[in-house]
């Protein structure tokens, strides 16, 4: 695949091509963010809309760009919608948390109360998150344009969260085992109900052939998790204080062999989605190897270290240069050089926070895509023009309550 371009396609092969500067792509981003900082998050639907459509127009095949038709007005209605829909059901969680701890019950009664009423909140909280996220994609996909056609799906929310819940439970019953099974399910629910015009799309992989290819990362992670546990459980049991180096060494040694781990995961599960989707006749395979994923992500990290080091330098220059012995006739010198060390300090740190977001979306985003990109074939992609139009555009209510912040820490996976 590598010797294709854009405009080749060898017995019936196509290969898609993704053309952005990276560089332009940060500078865009560090801006949006700073913007996003300065209006306390309301630039985010501005900034999201705008990397969707960079990210969208730089993607092509047979030379054929796609379009984002999303606004950051859509967005902005559907995040004030969704905030009225979600502000009085999480009152009433806090509400019922807090009676169940007041009103009366023994020590031991109330707390179960409590607990009981925490994990309601939360298993409401993730089957809300799973509604959002299908209503975010349906809303996505049905602002994406190719050759005049739009790509759309049909809607099935609530199916499709409590389906999402139900496998997860099975998951955590098999400490992840499950996990291929579940994923290959809800791609399945999902493409099952996506469309390209009047092209119906599915998908093919199977949840067997996921555990296959993944299940070797699976032991390894598990081991690198319970290997320093149970050494620093048992040095703190044994009070053995001559074991503790070795733990915090190989608990030290775990640490990269996670972050590995999760890299070479995230190719395997990339390769396993595209080469099981299939739009109309055509069909994609990829081949994104682990090594190349692993680079993204220590090219973030090096990033992010040198932006902060940079700033940590460049603040104590600032700072020394203001806080300079001010002249013994000078009146409220001292309260100057604190009000100018202040606001220095508080602009480098907003300065830093763009910075680093527009590195994490950078490499994270950007370059993740590229990544996915060139390493992606398409097969029998001139079946695709015989698409025709059809299906309607969807309203941005699950996008804005993934952006309520309501339902922050508790989006798994992170998107554009």
């Known amino acids: 695949m590598s010797a294709l371009t854009s405009s080749e396609t060898l ?29 306390v998050g309301f630039y985010r639907f501005w900034l999201l809309t705008g990397i969707r459509r960079r990210i969208w127009s730089a993607t092509s ?7 984002y038709t999303g606004r950051p007005l859509e967005i902005l209605i559907g995040y004030l919608i969704a905030l009225a829909i979600l502000a009085p059901l999480f009152l009433a969680s806090f509400l019922v948390g807090l009676l169940a701890e007041t009103a009366g019950f023994p020590d031991d009664l109330a707390w179960a109360a409590a607990w009981a009423a925490g994990a309601a909140s939360f298993g409401f909280i993730y089957l809300l998150l799973q509604y959002a996220s299908y209503r975010a994609r349906r809303y996505r996909v049905s602002r994406t344009v190719w050759r005049g056609v739009r790509f759309w799906m049909k809607p099935a929310g609530w199916r499709y969260a409590f389906l999402s819940v139900g496998l997860m439970i099975v998951v955590i019953l098999t400490l992840g085992l499950a996990h291929p099974w579940r994923a290959a399910a809800l791609e399945r629910f999902k ?46 049991a044994t009070r053995n204080e001559s074991l503790l180096p070795f733990a915090f060494l190989v608990a030290a040694l775990a640490v990269p062999v ?6 070479v995961f995230q190719a395997l599960e990339w ?24 680079r993204i992500y220590l090219g973030y990290v090096g990033v992010a270290l040198a932006i902060s080091l940079a700033s940590s330098i460049a603040g104590v220059a600032i700072h020394a240069a203001i806080a300079s012995p001010p002249s013994p006739t000078a009146k409220g010198a001292g309260d100057a050089v604190w009000i ?27 370059q993740f895509w590229r990544a996915v990109v060139d390493s992606t074939s ?18 941005a209510i699950g996008e804005g309550m993934l952006d309520t912040g309501l339902l922050d820490g508790f989006d798994l996976g992170a998107g554009f």
Request: proline share 2%.
């Open 271 to 294: 390769r396993w989605f595209m080469n099981g989707l299939r739009i109309g006749g055509a069909g994609f395979a990829c081949t994104l190897k682990g090594w190349r994923v692993v």
């Open 258 to 263: 996670l972050f590995w781990v999760w890299a």
């Open 11 to 39: 017995d019936g092969v196509s290969a898609p091509k993704f053309e952005s500067d990276a560089r332009s792509f940060f500078w865009f981003a560090a801006k949006g963010g700073l913007l996003e900082i300065v209006t």
């Open 191 to 236: 493409w099952r109900r996506t469309f390209y015009g009047d092209l119906p799309a599915r998908f093919e992989a199977t949840g067997w052939a996921f555990f296959k290819a993944g299940v070797g990362l699976w032991v390894l992670a598990t081991l690198a998790v319970l290997l320093p546990i149970g050494l620093l459980a048992d040095a703190a």
């Open 340 to 366: 100018a060390s202040s606001a220095a300090s508080a602009l480098a740190y907003l300065a830093v926070l763009a910075l680093i977001g527009a590195a994490h979306r950078t490499y994270l985003v950007h």
């Open 378 to 395: 398409v097969a029998n992609a001139e079946t695709l023009r015989l698409a025709r139009r059809a299906g309607q555009a969807s309203d």
């Open 61 to 67: 095949l047979e030379g054929d760009a796609l379009e």
